[in-house]
């Protein structure tokens, strides 16, 4: 007799493949990746699905896919117009790598079939290799992201305290692998991404209408919200002060530099700094908006105060836009929304 939930799994593999794939192919959301699949729509998606919800994909995903068909389009585009297309959806080095990626595959004489050609592309890391590969070429890779590690910890009550949720996808990685359908790899892994998003949340798992209940030694028991067992984020607070200033109906934005780590050519509000303006003679009246943003691991709270245009020349990151040209530039998501919001109020 089996005497660990893994081993009870694993005895029970092809049964559990059956009910899970069972499921997937009678109740998979109609996504349009999953129209007409191709390499192409599968490299989008995962790139935009990173860190983002379904629902705020699917608009992006559409104007991507009629703007550039294809890895060639992509490829032969301009950076600027890219990251244009992406405003809004955040993180924006995935799509400065999915660009670097259209062009590196572009150059390629044919589209690489194995999770280790892909890794070596830009932006392309295991989970995303595994579900290319998977889903275009039935490669017998496991895909392995938090909802994954979340399904497994529960199927097997897995109390093992974790650093953060890459740690532990690497520990589940050799269990989904013993666990994959390797004659249906692509459906499999796609089965697992939905039970995830669809059935076994984070909170409040619907086990009792799970497909694979039969198989859950969490659900079982009653308790699958104790797992994954995984350290608290570490969240810090930080503050910025932006300024507003306006002169001739242009307003005045600082363009992140082109290697920047984060949001390189993107347009926001300049920083007090930026100006060299100092945050202690800012009165309370000229305050037109807090705003709160999170990044990664920081919660940053953005106090906007309108300022006088500077006497001074200005630096080259330091731009005036006509108002009536903001829709043309890349500005950051949140940047965009104060933007047009403090912009309506006084209408
Ligand atoms: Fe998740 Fe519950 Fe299904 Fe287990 S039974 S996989 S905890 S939804």
Redesign the pocket.
């Known amino acids: 007799m089996p005497s660990s939930p893994v081993a009870s799994l694993l005895a029970a593999k092809s049964d559990f493949q059956s009910a899970l794939l069972g499921w997937y192919r009678a109740h998979a959301r109609a996504l349009p990746w999953r129209d007409s699949p191709s390499p192409y729509k599968t490299v989008v998606s995962e790139f935009m699905l990173q860190q983002t919800q379904v629902k705020t994909v699917l608009p992006y995903f559409a104007r991507w896919l009629e703007t550039f068909p294809d890895f060639a389009a992509l490829a032969a585009a301009p950076e600027a117009r890219v990251l244009k297309l992406w405003e809004g959806l955040g993180y924006y080095s995935r799509a400065r790598n999915l660009h670097k990626l259209a062009q590196a595959v572009a150059a390629l004489p044919e589209l690489p079939r194995t999770p280790d050609a892909w890794r070596k592309l830009p932006g392309v890391g295991p989970y995303t290799a595994a579900a290319i590969t998977s889903i275009s070429f039935n490669a017998p890779a496991a895909c392995v992201d938090g909802n994954v590690v ?2 497994l910890s ?2 097997t009550a897995d109390a093992t305290p974790f650093r953060d949720s890459a740690t532990a996808a690497k520990a589940f990685t050799p269990l989904a692998n013993d666990l994959l359908t390797t004659s249906a790899a692509g459906d499999h892994n796609q089965a697992m991404m939905e ?1 995830g998003a669809t ?3 984070r909170q409040k ?3 009792l209408t ?4 039969a198989f ?1 030694a ?3 028991r009653g308790d ?1 919200e104790n797992y994954p067992r995984l350290a608290p984020k570490q969240i810090e607070q930080r503050a910025v002060t932006r300024i507003w200033c306006e002169r001739n109906r242009a307003l005045l934005l600082h363009r992140a530099a082109a290697d920047a780590r984060r949001l390189a050519n993107l347009h926001e509000l300049p920083a007090a700094e930026h100006l060299g303006l100092n945050v202690e003679h800012f009165r309370a009246a000229d305050l037109l908006a807090t705003k709160r943003r999170g990044i990664t691991r920081f919660q940053i709270t953005e106090s906007i105060y309108s300022a006088r245009p500077p006497r001074t020349k200005l630096p080259p990151n330091l731009v005036w836009i006509p108002l009536a040209q903001l829709d043309e530039i890349t500005l950051s998501g949140p940047h965009r929304r104060w933007i047009t919001e403090l912009l309506a109020l006084r209408k």
């Not at 799970?210 to 209940?213: N, Q």
Request: hydrophobic fraction near 40%.
């Open positions: 979340r399904i529960r199927l039970l059935v076994c949340f798992p619907l086990c799970c497909p694979v209940r859950c969490a659900g079982q699958p």
